[in-house]
């Protein structure tokens, strides 16, 4: 089942390849939010801005990591991580507004004009910006998007409950035009962006479907706008890749301030492949304290923890009013000799028997700390260790 969709063509990734990179993209902003909360309870001075504004600092990051995943490999990284690489879908495929039918129609035209030219489909710099764009831009954008619609829209308690419990419209008679129109375009957008959340998922949903089915080269819609299909890496480019990189750090270094930046620039895009290692490590550190937490090994280890050191219960302090505590323990506050019958309170304080079914029966209340007291709640003590 896994590769159906992949049909004959051996480098047409099947659906749940492309499915499984995308979640692994979505996990590392959940991912690194959990390590850096974590680090910033530590270090609250430096990393505080940070969680504050994550999301811009992840698209930041990212936009880094995968400008240099996309220049050096042609692939988003998690795309590469999968062994995938993106390239220019043939011209003729990337005909404005071509259905489906059409579209499998000129799919087929290409591949019987024969492979491409290799190298000809190689990611051109503008695709590279567009990418980005695609990656990074758009998700940011729609993150946004929803924490400001659920801002609007009075967040979960309006889901519950409906729209009787969001705010009352203010009435805005006899405010500026530009209130009016800046509360118009606010309910606008209450009332359209769930259709266009809608949409938005149905073209990816209907774009997993017709890939999946052979029908377009595109698995998302985003790559049908911008005309680039994903493949599988072949050898070839694995091989062109090594090359490169063997290549690459042999430049001969002109001066000392050339010298520096490639050596600076050389650690930076070694620190960048890195992240290959580093970001799936932290996705599955993530992942198994999320298991960890919710399992029951965490439950037994966290219980048995814990009977081991119960704090004792807050003593409940004399009343100022009530009766002194004599010296020794082993005196009755009552009638101040030795207890006979140890009873004690729901208190915790300890009288002799008769003593205290009086006191409680007159009063209703333990003598020393005026506790509410009923004679039901007298207990006789077996152990006078504590006495
Ligand atoms: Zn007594």
Redesign the pocket.
């Known amino acids: 089942m896994s590769n159906l969709g992949g049909g004959s063509q051996a480098d047409r990734p099947s659906l749940f390849e492309l499915i499984a990179q995308d979640k692994m993209r979505e996990m590392l902003e959940p991912a690194l939010r959990y390590v850096i909360a974590v680090y910033a309870q530590r270090y609250p001075r430096y990393l505080i801005r940070i969680v504050n504004r994550y999301e811009e600092f992840y698209a930041l990051l990212m936009f880094f990591v995968e400008r240099h995943y996309l220049r050096e490999y042609g692939a988003s990284f998690a795309e590469n991580f999968y062994g995938l690489k993106r390239v220019r879908a043939p011209r003729i495929v990337k005909q404005p507004k071509v259905t489906i039918d059409d579209e499998s129609v000129a799919t087929q035209a290409a591949a019987a004009a024969g492979p491409s030219i290799p190298g000809s489909n190689k990611l051109r710099e503008r695709d590279i910006k567009k990418s980005l764009f695609f990656l990074i831009g758009l998700p940011y954008i729609k993150s946004k998007l929803d924490e400001y619609y659920e801002k609007v829209s009075g967040g979960e308690a309006a889901r519950l409950f409906g729209d009787e419990f969001t705010q009352e419209e203010e009435d805005l008679t006899g405010q500026s035009l530009a209130v009016r129109s800046k509360a118009a375009v606010i309910k606008v957008f209450k009332r359209g962006y769930p259709y266009v959340n809608a949409v938005y998922q149905l073209a990816i949903l209907a774009h997993y479907i017709g890939y999946l089915y052979n029908k377009t080269p595109f698995y998302s819609p985003w790559l049908r706008l911008i005309g680039i299909e994903v493949k599988r890496m072949s050898a070839a480019d694995y091989r062109e890749i090594q090359q490169k990189a063997k290549s690459a750090p042999r430049k001969p270094a002109g001066s000392l301030v050339e010298s520096i930046k490639n050596n600076v620039l050389g650690l930076l895009s070694g620190s960048l492949d890195f992240l290959k290692v580093l970001l799936p490590m932290s996705i599955f550190f993530f992942k198994f304290l999320e298991w960890w937490y919710q399992s029951d090994y965490y439950k037994k280890a966290s219980t048995a923890g814990d009977t081991a050191e119960v704090p004792p219960p807050e003593r409940i302090k004399p009343h100022p009013e009530g009766l002194p505590m004599p010296r020794a323990a082993n005196i009755?506050?009552?009638?101040?000799?030795t207890?006979?019958n140890p009873t004690a309170l729901s208190s915790g304080y300890v009288?002799?028997y008769?003593?205290?079914y009086k006191q409680v029966e007159d009063h209703g209340r333990c003598p020393v700390t005026l506790m509410r007291c009923k004679t039901d709640d007298l207990r006789k003590l077996y152990d006078d260790a504590g006495m």
């Open positions: 009755c506050p009552i009638c101040l000799k207890i006979t009288y002799c008769p003593c205290a």
